[in-house]
């Protein structure tokens, strides 16, 4: 296997030539100032341009490809320290200096996606998370932030935006890095009806783990079908892109739940959905926006437990 190496600093260029017709994937080492990165695998942290380039015109095009890699690097080695989440006894951020800020929830899968997106792009110096505690929440997020009150939302420019896909696609076009969205007009015109499934899906999937559906197999066979369409890697339209990451927080969360409370396995009989969990679960942006899967099953848990309890009690009032 080819190895290069490169200094630890998200601006290094790769000035080696990558000799492999492989896929790569860079992996930081902590042991000493120096990153490997091992060819083959890239692909799943590798934008759609890039990808492209570097499998077809190996030996690469050094300063295309080169700014992918840094890119994808920085996503990498960053290894953030996380803030402490903010609640009602906290003191609000100095709104509209000037900061970019991402308002999540640690614990919320649309607020994820777009932590995902800076995170893949290497925007970590960029764009300020402040994480929110939606259980306690800050009464000046309401008033001074976001007037919807919910995660996420975007601090940029001197304005406050929401609505996690439409985010995404906003970090994507308004940022540095690697290009998350293809330019080819079919793959577009496909991610816009992925994007669009992504409410259906997660609507029934859920009424399942409510107890109110039937198994929400048609929905995992429509997203089995979708990763069958481009066959020139695992992800939805081929390369890794912004549709991956609006699925990836879902699927995260309805995996493991489905698997150890309705003993429902997602990945039986398919193939493509197993291949891409096991590439997304490669992509360091990815994993340093996860939570351990049984802390996500036990807020499923109580979530539906808290529903179910609600539609128990709204049922004895309108009975008494
Ligand atoms: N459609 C919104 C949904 C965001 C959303 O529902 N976020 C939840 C947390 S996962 C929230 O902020 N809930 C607080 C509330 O509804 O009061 C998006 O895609 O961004």
């Known amino acids: 296997m080819a190895t290069l190496s490169l200094s630890n600093t998200p601006s290094t260029s790769v000035s080696s030539r990558l000799t492999s017709s492989l896929s790569f994937s860079f992996s930081p080492s902590l042991s000493s100032k120096k990153n490997i990165i091992r060819l083959p695998q890239l692909q799943a942290n590798l934008c759609f341009n890039c990808y492209n380039n570097a499998i077809s015109s190996l030996p690469v095009k050094k300063s295309r490809v080169s700014t992918c890699i840094s890119a994808t690097m920085a996503a990498n080695v960053v290894q953030e320290v996380l803030p402490p989440a903010l609640d009602s006894t906290s003191d609000p951020p100095a709104v509209f200096d000037g900061t970019t800020r991402l308002y999540i929830s640690y614990t919320c899968p649309f607020a994820q996606r777009v932590w995902i997106t800076r995170n893949c792009k290497g925007l970590q110096e960029k764009i300020k998370l402040v994480p929110i505690d939606l259980k306690n929440r800050p009464d000046w997020y309401k008033e001074k932030v976001y007037p919807a ?73 429509h997203i089995e079908t979708a990763l069958s369409k481009f066959n020139e890697g695992p992800f939805f339209l081929g390369q890794f892109s912004l549709v991956d990451i609006a699925y990836a927080p879902f699927i995260e969360r309805f995996q493991p739940f489905l698997l150890e409370v309705k003993k429902y396995d997602i990945t039986a009989g398919r193939p493509k959905l197993a291949a891409w969990i096991e590439e997304m679960n490669k992509n360091e942006a990815f994993n340093q926006t996860r939570r351990d899967p049984k802390e996500l099953v036990e807020i499923y848990k109580q979530r539906l437990r808290l529903i179910s309890e609600l539609w128990v009690f709204q049922s004895h009032r309108s009975t008494s």
Do not use: C, R
Not at 196 to 209: G, W
């Open 149 to 221: 009150n919910k995660v996420p939302s975007l601090e940029h420019n001197n304005e406050v935006k929401g609505e996690s896909l439409d985010l995404i696609k906003y970090v994507d076009s308004h940022f540095e890095g690697p290009s998350l969205f293809p330019d080819d007009p079919t793959k577009k015109e496909f991610a816009e009806e992925l994007f669009a499934y992504t409410d259906t899906f997660s609507k029934s999937v859920v009424s399942f783990m409510k107890g109110d559906g039937n198994e929400p197999g048609a929905a995992f066979d």
